[in-house]
């Protein structure tokens, strides 16, 4: 059994890809999760999948007192920090919500660790953070800007952390960029599980699919793409899943050469490094689901850029890791589980 890490955030949709990828890679796991966008089924389900119960435990990042509680009942080698808010939309109408709760809560957390020794984290951050890009493919030396309060709450958590290792170096602070992740467990038993109308492409795609929503509205046809819709590097959930075990090796590497001090804060891109537009990813999923998708154009959604793709050079580099699923792998994934769970894990 190697090292045992806490999972914020692991009842979620790539907390519980990353929960299995963790335990097939021998980590102990403890997870820590609010559930206020997750259900105890999903915990439920990966105990299932893993074959052996998971230490879950209900609670806020924000709760000093609870995260004491774990710290003090565990010995952590570090800590994937998933949980946090992630709706763009939500958080341009209640920003006050997500800087407490992605801002604040990350403090607290950081907070209890310094208090524990604890000093190895994996953040969740986001291509968000490199707002409208000037070069592609984006290499983590781009240039950073956010409009909204959400990339806002990811791009404050990467300066904290910065300033965290600038003031302590034997912080190893790892921010994985992701780009826009999809898909779903091949087994078909977890995936994304969007409270509402979704709001992103994948889990829209398939709702319409499956008969749940009428037909998709595909945001703007007039950007200077391939053909007009938008482009994005889309990267299948156990990919990315495995970029945070890649990372947890990574750290444990450096801190067994006694190299721990070299780490500091490393910003890394979890992307494919191809681009797919919106329409190519239609048509792949249409055809793998065998079920038409009906589409019509419609105005540019607030906000969104044209096309964003990563270089993904320092994760192969860095970490040995590389994505190995294609678009048609993601779409086949996640249309089993829209299939096997058309109303998502019921219990919420
Ligand atoms: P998710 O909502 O499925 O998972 C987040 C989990 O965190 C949920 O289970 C939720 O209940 C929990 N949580 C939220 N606030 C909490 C709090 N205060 N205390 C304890 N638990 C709390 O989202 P996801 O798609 O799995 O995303 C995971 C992380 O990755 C998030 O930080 C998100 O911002 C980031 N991210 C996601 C995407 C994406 O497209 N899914 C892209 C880039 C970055
Ligand atoms: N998109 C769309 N219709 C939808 C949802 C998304 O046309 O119902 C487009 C969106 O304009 C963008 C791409 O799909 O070009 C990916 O959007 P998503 O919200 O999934 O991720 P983002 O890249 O915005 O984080």
Partial sequence: MKNKILVTGGAGYIGTHTCIALHEAGYEIVVYDNLSNSSREAINRVSNLIGQPIEFIKGDIRDAEAMRNVFSSHHF???IHFAGLKAVGESVAKPLLYYNNNVSGTITLLEIMAEYGVKNLVFSSS???YGDPETLPIDENSKRSCTNPYGQSKLAVEYILEDL???DNSWSLIALRYFNPVGAHSSGQIGEDPNDVPNNLMPYISQVAVGKLDKLNIFGNDYPTVDGTGVRDFIHVTDLAQGHVAALNYLEGQINTGKRDSVG????NLGTG?????????TAFSKVSGQPIPYKFAERRAGDIASCYASADKAKNLLDWQAKLSITDMCQDSWRWQRMNPNGYYIK
């Fill in 274 to 282: 191809k681009g797919t537009s919106v329409l190519e990813l239609v």
């Fill in 165 to 167: 290792t600038v003031s």
């Fill in 265 to 268: 804060f490393l910003p890394i």
């Fill in 127 to 129: 291509a968000t953070v």
């Fill in 77 to 79: 080698f570090g800590v």
